[in-house]
């Protein structure tokens, strides 16, 4: 078999293990709130307006798509626990955002599915 077939194959089969674990978690989830998600991930300690800044969104929209990560969401839902907000020690009018130990875990993961077979 041709090594750019091979390679396109396991691609498919690297993204797949990657979507399946997304798909596990929530089959609901969608691109622009894992997008969210992994701002945060690669930005710890952002805040909310560099998210709303980011995703291109009114406060409101992207507040409510990063409460889905915290341990509640802005209904009051159980939320993924991933992300945790606290009150910005110089400026208590910010909220600065975070990894959990959980939500690292789950970043983990899919970085591991996403590095299967290299």
Known sequence: MNDNVTRRTADKRTLLR??????????NITLFQLQAFLYVANNEGCSQAQVQKFLGTSSAVSSRTVSRF?????????????????????????????????????????????NYGD
């Open 18 to 27: 990657a979507t399946t674990r997304i798909y596990e978690l929530d089959h």
């Open 70 to 114: 915290f341990d509640k969401d802005y209904r009051g839902q159980k939320g993924f626990g991933f992300l945790r907000q606290e009150r910005d020690p110089d400026d208590q009018r910010l909220r600065i955002i975070s990894l959990t130990a959980e939500g690292r875990a789950f970043l983990r993961g899919l970085v591991d599915d996403l």
